[in-house]
């Protein structure tokens, strides 16, 4: 039974650019959510995936986007890089809203 | 609004030491979730632990504890005879329900060091 997983692994990118990340969702989950965690810090949250409609968005900006498909797959894509949206970024899935969230390995974004 | 804070940025101790990390939280909900969540250097955040608001039951699991004071507004997670895999960054979160959803709050983790 897979987990979350999430690719790639790593990436770097140079301010300006702009980057998508994909996360599948452990087997049997619907709901997708982002996080965006930055060196010595906690997850911050930034945006839950359901029924492929954003249903819930942290304190970020338009910049961030992002996508559900049918599968329950997601991605999140980051427009106009900054050296500041350098971090790890965690996807996490779970069945519903109200159910322990499973992160995946995270993507380590680095912004030249 | 809701607010985790974990004091303790980083914790060392020797193999077989019993440890605490402590979590104190802040909310004007009745109803909310706790949680542990523990990241080894591979990045992943592995899930230890939920807590509703509602019971306060101490919970034990092999060497891990939890003791969840409401009077206090703390959580706190205890390792038993700690051991060099124990090595981690442990996060606490807090969430409340917004929207049907109970989206997680974290505390800024504290790093715990086990020696051999």
């Known amino acids: 039974d897979a987990g979350v997983t999430q690719s790639p692994t790593h990436l770097i990118k140079t301010r300006g650019q702009q980057v998508t990340l994909r996360c599948s969702p452990k087997?049997?989950?619907?709901?997708v959510s982002w996080y965006q965690q930055a060196l010595g810090q906690g997850p911050q949250f930034i945006f839950q995936?359901?029924?492929?409609?954003?249903?819930q968005r942290g304190n970020f900006p338009d910049r961030f986007s992002g996508h559900q498909f049918p599968n329950y797959s997601s991605e999140l894509n980051v427009n106009a890089l900054l050296l500041g949206d350098s971090a790890l970024y965690l996807c996490a899935s779970s069945l519903g809203g109200t159910q322990p969230q499973h992160f995946g390995d995270g993507t380590r974004l680095s912004i030249l | 609004a809701q607010k985790v804070t974990q004091a303790q940025t980083e914790i060392s101790v020797v193999e077989k030491e019993d440890v605490t990390l402590d979590c104190v939280y802040e909310?004007?909900?009745?109803?909310?979730?706790l949680f542990w969540y523990k990241q080894p250097p591979s990045g992943e955040l592995v899930f230890l632990i939920r807590?509703?608001?509602?019971?306060?039951q101490n919970e034990i699991s092999g060497r891990y504890s939890w003791n969840f004071q409401k009077s206090t507004s703390s959580f706190n997670f205890t390792i038993t005879a700690s051991q060099v895999v124990d090595s981690a960054v442990y996060f606490c979160a807090l969430s409340e329900s917004s929207g049907g959803s109970y989206i997680p709050t974290f505390g800024r983790g504290t790093s715990l060091i086990v020696h051999p």
């Open positions: 807590r509703n608001s509602f019971d306060e």
């Open positions: 995936y359901y029924e492929e409609e954003e249903r």
């Open positions: 087997s049997g989950h619907d709901t």
């Open positions: 909310t004007r909900d009745t109803t909310y979730y």
